[in-house]
């Protein structure tokens, strides 16, 4: 967490650097800040919460951030609105799903996948803030086509 902390410092004045990372190089960060806030926070909160502490820990190192955003759905052409909205989108390449359950579910990685898909974007995470510790089964990395 140090490092992060003063890889964070060290480029946060730099928005241009921000702006030339990949997916991988992003996720690694936005990890960091997940931790952050979980530790602050803790689990047992609603998701909303989570996301908006979040998205402000990412704007904060310099992230171009997006909240709420309406994805659609293209078929032959055709606009569907299927009401799809991803919770949170990181330099327009990283789109984060929010939790706040008891598990996570097949439904919740079929969710953030769909987004990837929809959104033509090939890295995801899902994170379930609710668990005791941030470990491999509540952040979760989805990948489509990286």
Do not use: W
Not at 8 to 13: I, L, M, T, Y
Not at 57 to 84: A, W
């Amino acid at each position: 967490m140090l490092a992060l902390k003063r890889f964070s410092r060290s480029f946060a004045n730099y928005p241009q650097i921000f702006a030339d990372m990949n997916e991988n190089e992003i996720s690694f960060l936005i990890r960091g800040a997940a931790f952050k806030v979980h530790n602050s926070l803790g689990p047992g909160l609603l998701e909303s919460v989570y996301e908006r502490a979040l998205a402000y820990e990412l704007r904060s190192l310099g992230f171009e951030v997006k909240t709420q955003l309406g994805i659609p759905m293209i078929y032959e052409n055709v606009h569907f609105d299927c009401g799809f909205r991803l919770d949170i989108l990181v330099n327009n390449l990283v789109i984060i799903e929010v939790k706040s359950v008891d598990i996570l579910l097949d439904i919740h990685h079929k969710q953030l996948l769909t987004y990837l898909k929809l959104m033509h974007k090939k890295l995801g995470l899902l994170i379930n803030f609710n668990a005791i510790s941030l470990n491999k089964t509540a952040l979760i990395r989805i990948v489509n086509n990286l």
